[in-house]
């Protein structure tokens, strides 16, 4: 439940940026035309949003990891020079501070837990640690942005997300990962494997009959 | 007829467009309108008085029951006579639990559903919150589920008179 829960908040809020991107873009494409028509290439999110469930250690994990650096981001983009992102970032904000909430009551339930969810969360973290170095990375297209005050470097939230991490790792009895190889690609287009599978399934009646509406 | 009288007369047309979009229910809680809400935003009913804009803001990004208060509103203004009706989904200034009506409060307690507290928009990481029980009052309640039947509440159990019931979210 608090899943499916998650997953409304960020398909909103996807929703919203691609509305957006479309009107700004004005070749007459809507949400859809980015959410189902776009290939593996022309996607641009971090590796670690498309890493596999896995058990529910290394779900939640992945939802704390990135809500701790999505809670600040949308946060500070509160105050973007472009009123809509800034109005997006204000409802997403107090979602994703829900999500952070929820997703490390649970890695300390698990850290703290009984031997077998500690090493379930124990692995969880060694699987995921190397996806959390690009979090931070910006490309020219963010420092485009960046320069005129619409977006944010993502550098400036490193301290943030690390202090939340290490606080709720401290409660949960984990060691905080050393950072060793950081996994990057996916601000390129240059994904895991993972992602092509979740968009065979995701855009299959889209691209089965184009147009297709309820 | 003068400026003055045409001023009065969209004036009342607009006064009567928002009670009727206003008068529209949740489609996830039915005791509710979206005026109680507080997501109903504005309307305004242009010179000619058939057209109505109506401004609506979602409580979270991903609600499903936009889209259905949405058709709503619309059939509800069209059955009244407006014969063009717009609904504009607004996202700034966000939404938050603080513009429940005191009239929403209540009846949502009436149905068994705990308000949001007024000014507890934010639940800070770890922070301890109370609920009252919206049954027997009880303020011995427990969370049993941070996320519950719909995007905007939470399931809590009443350690007193033993009930299960839903709370809805401080935002």
């Not at chain 1, 997953?7 to 957006?20: E, N, P, T, V």
Request: overall charge negative.
């Amino acid at each position: 439940m608090a899943l499916a829960n998650m997953g409304l908040d960020h398909i909103g809020q996807a929703r919203s940026l691609y509305s957006h991107a479309a009107a700004i873009e004005g070749a007459g494409h809507d949400e859809d035309a980015f959410a189902f028509l776009r290939d593996e290439r022309a996607y641009r999110n971090v590796l670690l949003v498309e890493q596999p469930n896995g058990d529910f250690a290394c779900t939640i994990l992945r939802q704390f990891l990135y809500a701790a650096f999505a809670e600040p981001y949308w946060r500070a983009m509160m105050g973007s020079r472009d009123a809509i992102l800034a109005a997006i970032a204000a409802k997403a904000e107090k979602e994703m501070a829900y999500h952070v909430r929820h997703s490390a009551e649970w890695v300390i339930r698990l850290g703290d837990g009984t031997a077998e969810s500690r090493a379930r969360i124990v692995a969880a973290i060694e699987a995921l640690w190397p996806y959390t170095g690009e979090l931070f990375e910006a490309d020219e297209a963010d420092q485009a942005v960046i320069e005129e005050g619409i977006g944010l470097d993502p550098l400036t939230l490193q301290h943030a997300w690390r202090d939340v991490v290490a606080r709720v790792f401290a409660q949960a009895t984990l060691p905080m990962p050393a950072d060793g190889h950081m996994r990057k690609g996916g601000r390129r287009g240059h994904h895991s494997e993972h992602l092509g599978h979740m968009l065979a399934q995701m855009q299959y009646l889209q691209r089965a009959m184009p147009g297709a509406s309820w | 007829m003068g400026a003055g009288a045409t001023a009065g007369h969209v004036e009342t047309l607009e006064v009567q467009a928002w009670r009727i979009a206003g008068d529209v229910a949740d489609p996830e809680i039915p005791v509710l309108t979206i005026a109680d809400l507080g997501v109903l935003r504005d309307v305004r009913v242009d010179g000619d008085g058939d057209g109505v804009e109506v401004d609506i803001t979602p409580t979270y990004s991903g609600c499903p029951a936009m889209a259905m208060i949405a058709i709503e509103i619309e059939v509800a203004l069209a059955k009244a006579g407006f014969a063009k009706v717009r609904v504009n989904t607004v996202l700034a200034p966000a939404w938050t639990t603080d513009w429940m009506s005191e009239q929403g409060r209540r009846k949502l307690t009436e149905y068994g559903i705990a308000p949001p507290q007024k000014g507890r928009g934010r639940r800070a990481l770890f922070g301890i919150e109370t609920v009252a029980c919206p049954r027997c009052g009880s303020a011995d309640t427990a969370e049993i589920a941070a996320f519950g039947s719909t995007s905007c509440k939470s399931l809590w159990r009443c350690n007193g008179c033993r009930e299960p019931f839903d709370s809805f979210k401080c935002h």
